[in-house]
């Protein structure tokens, strides 16, 4: 579930930079996981490390499903994805706070709550996997 969250993530814009200054009144600037789209059409690349880490949280999620008879390596790659959606937020907060080069005032999309659900079900299933070894373990010592 959260590839396919992370995934809707990618297509979706994270937030809108609403430039108020000058001769740019109103113009609005789409933040996506890969470019910053402009007012007048063209693609800003130097957000795609955001895209990046949301793809390897995708590839890490899928691989994660066939590891169903190795819990405890599946609980690490759930930690890692945990890791990786709260340095995706940080890198999120690096680029719409400090590195916005003047684009305006920043208003956030619906998309950008997408990778928290993801975080909460990451967690939920961490969660899961240690009660269901925790739980083989102790079935193994009673025989």
């Known amino acids: 579930m959260g590839a396919l969250i992370s995934?809707?993530?990618l297509c979706?814009?994270?937030g809108y930079y609403i430039d108020t200054t000058n001769h740019a009144l109103?113009?609005?600037?789409?933040?996506f996981n890969l470019w910053i789209a402009n007012a007048d059409g063209g693609h800003d690349y130097s957000v795609c490390p955001l895209a990046l880490v949301l793809f390897v949280a995708m590839d890490m999620a899928v691989y994660n499903i066939f590891l169903f008879k190795n819990r405890m390596v599946q609980s690490k790659i759930c930690l890692f994805n945990i890791l990786l959606i709260i340095g995706w937020y940080a890198v999120l907060a690096l680029y719409t706070f400090v590195l916005n080069d003047g684009m305006g005032t920043f208003k956030p999309g619906f998309a950008l709550i997408l990778p928290a659900v993801s975080l909460i079900l990451y967690v939920?299933?961490?969660k899961a996997i240690l009660a269901d070894e925790a739980l083989v373990r102790a079935a193994d010592r009673i025989r």
């Open 7 to 9: 995934l809707v993530c």
């Open 12 to 14: 979706m814009p994270l």
């Open 124 to 126: 939920m299933a961490r």
């Open 26 to 31: 109103g113009q609005q600037h789409q933040l």
